[in-house]
């Protein structure tokens, strides 16, 4: 298979999984507006936000090295797949350590188990996920994260419109989901437990995975601070409410990171196969352009259609979302580029290169947010976010020359940077000719890409014709 089919292949199965799972997380916002108010919807999300840092915690990210070591040529993937269920066993005894030490802060005492029982299931289920990708089962891969969101929705539903249960309910789903979704994968992985012997071969996997893994946590920690640290200084410094708004203007933006999840996965194992290629920079430079054209494209829609959506698609309270979301589009894209740039680092196994840019973004990330905050309320924390995203892909920029050379600085997309920022602070023209601007700028970027435009226009067109 040419690299071209392979890398389309895998985007397909990737989009398969992630366009389903958020297209269900997406339709479920309404549902959680309108039974849960800004109150309880900023309690969950601070407590999902604590669980993000968790779970990496107590499985010592050891999914990560699952995926990455079985993609290497002529791995032991049977023996991979043992260390990863040895750590999921012991991540179950490091998960009982957070209950007490929830118990010491009062905004989530009194969800302190499911915010444990969440952190074990999630950890063990993302174990056997990681897996079935380093197994390169990516179909079954896709299946797995729409099982896990259907049953989140279905028994969201359940719990939160037929029992009333309201936040616990909210966990309940979460905790049942995880549960069935891990069973799921584990069967399609083929796992079987049996004793790990424990020799010199082992030990020195063991100690290489962990080598891998371990710097990984506190690069999750990191990104932790850049993604969700601001929501605790939001709750902390403006209100629990403020952070239940706050948490709407994150989803729209995170349709931005979808794509990024979807392409960068996909590449991650195009860049593995190709990394020996003679044309691997030229390979490279062609599909980083491609992607900056999608993104900019796509979050000039966005932010052209935001403030209208809205209004149809959250209950009136949570409108003022719309203010933040220009600083988390933007930053968003930028996360997006920064990820592509960093499969070098996968490739390499360069994990401290992860770890290093993402504690630059993260140390940016809190200064800001402790000057923004006081300063301009909730918009402070989203333009701390934006400005360190930022941050860490310019470091990126700069730290990845040394394994592959990509043209960041290439005038066309500099003048993209410029429209899409043009178009942020449009948005603050609260009215019927702001709207009508947006429109027109949404119309120049499409002219400043027009070539990679049609290019896509002719290749769907022509799909349509051959299925007729």
Known sequence: MNRGK????????????????????????????????TGEYGTVDLVMTISTVLAPIITFNIGEAVMRFCLDKGADQKKITDV????????????????????????????GIYLTVY?????????????????????DYAITNIIHTFLIAVFNIVFLL????????????YILSNCLTALYAFWRGNVKIHRLAFDHETK???????????????????????????????????????????????????????????????WSYSAIKENDSEDIN??????????????????????MIMKPFLMVYVEKSYYEAWKYTPYLLVGFLFLTLGTFLSTSYTVNKDSKGFLLSGSFGAIINIILNFILI????????????????????????????????????????????????????????????????????????????????????????????KRH
């Not at 040895?86 to 969800?111: D, N, Q, R, W």
């Not at 037929?162 to 789903?173: D, M, P, S, V």
């Not at 200084?233 to 933006?253: L, R």
């Not at 030229?282 to 000039?300: E, F, G, H, P, Q």
């Open 6 to 37: 392979y890398l389309a292949k895998n985007t397909a199965l990737f989009a398969l999984g992630s366009f389903g799972t958020k297209m269900i997380s997406f339709f479920l916002v309404p549902l959680y507006t309108n039974v849960l108010n």
């Open 84 to 111: 990863g269920v040895l750590f999921s066993l012991i991540s179950i005894f490091l998960g009982a350590l957070i209950l007490p030490v929830s118990m010491l802060f009062a905004p989530i005492k009194e969800y």
């Open 119 to 139: 952190c074990v299931t999630s950890g063990i289920s993302q174990i056997f996920i990681f897996n079935l990708r380093g197994l390169e089962k990516l179909l």
């Open 162 to 173: 037929g029992l009333r249960w309201g936040i616990k309910g909210y966990f309940t789903a």
């Open 204 to 266: 020195t996997l063991i100690a290489a995975m962990v080598k891998y893994s371990i710097v990984l946590v506190p690069n999750s920690f990191m990104w932790w601070i850049m993604n969700s640290s601001d929501r605790i200084m939001v709750t902390s410094m403006v209100g629990i409410a403020a952070n239940g708004i706050y948490a709407i203007s994150y989803k729209v933006p995170t349709l931005l990171s979808t794509f990024s999840n979807i392409f960068n996965q996909a």
């Open 282 to 303: 030229d390979y490279s430079n062609t599909v980083y352009k491609r992607m900056v054209a999608v993104l900019s494209v796509i979050t000039a829609g966005l932010l």
């Open 374 to 465: 006081p300063i301009i309320g909730v918009s402070g924390a989203a333009l701390a976010t934006c400005i360190s995203y930022i941050s860490v892909y310019s470091f990126r920029a700069v730290h990845t020359q040394k394994y592959i050379q990509i043209d960041i600085l290439y005038k066309k997309h500099l003048i993209g940077y410029a429209l899409i920022l043009g178009m942020c602070f449009t948005m603050f023209l609260d009215n019927l000719y702001g709207q009508l601007i947006l429109i027109l700028e949404f119309v120049i970027v499409l002219l400043l890409y027009k070539d990679f435009v049609v290019m896509m226009m002719e290749i769907v067109f022509r799909k349509v014709i």
